[in-house]
């Protein structure tokens, strides 16, 4: 792939299982975890494509998440899940190709980008990130012309994989990277990763 890509990072969850808290302003290692994400090498994909524009999708603490990338909400009323979120970045999306992660994986595979990216050579509207065992619906890239077919099934209230399905986005094997698909869900997960991160320095 020679296009430019956007960059949306997830990050309008309720995190109910956090105590409400807001994930990605969480510390991890001493810095947010929506930082981690950023750093991604994960979500640069191998030249010609090049990253243009990375967006944060949030429904709260936008000036937080504004000091670490330019932030946009959802423009759908009450919480419609995160295809809503997917919705608002393809609308702002520039590019043509919109890549997506959540905010609560720190460390995705390092080729998702350029596999996805490759992937999508093939042709069709989307490519979704399979880890061997489930599809992984939010590591995607879509066409942004997507954008009006996103914000309908949103309103609808769909959820993401079936939306996926009913576009014919096409799987790509992760299964090789499968632990880079772990998200950090609940206090507990944080502290584990934390230890991990002490043990490895």
Not at 108 to 122: F, G, K, Q, S
Request: aromatic share 4%; charged share 15%; glycine share 10%.
């Amino acid at each position: 792939m020679t296009a430019a890509i956007t960059c949306a990072i997830l990050a309008g969850g309720a995190a109910t299982r956090l105590g409400g808290r807001d994930k990605g302003l969480e510390l991890l290692g001493g810095r947010p975890l929506v930082a981690w994400v950023l750093a991604a090498e994960g979500l640069r994909p191998a030249e010609p494509a090049t990253l243009e524009r990375v967006l944060i999708v949030a429904n709260r603490n936008l000036r937080a998440y504004g000091h670490h990338a330019e932030t946009i909400s959802d423009t759908l009323p009450g919480h419609r899940g995160p295809l809503a979120g997917i919705a608002a970045a393809l609308a702002a999306c520039a590019s043509p190709w919109l890549l997506t992660v959540p905010v609560d994986c720190p460390i995705p595979p390092v080729d998702l980008a350029e596999r996805l990216c490759a992937a999508a050579t093939a042709g069709g509207p989307a490519v979704v990130a399979h880890d061997g065992e489930r599809r992984q619906p939010l590591f995607a890239l879509y066409a942004s012309g997507l954008a009006g077919a996103a914000a309908v099934a949103a309103a609808q209230g769909l959820g993401v994989h079936a939306w996926q399905t009913a576009i014919g986005a096409r799987e790509v094997d992760f299964s090789a990277s499968r632990v880079h698909f772990g998200n950090l869900n609940t206090a507990e997960d944080f502290a584990a990763f934390d230890e991990h991160l002490r043990k490895r320095s």
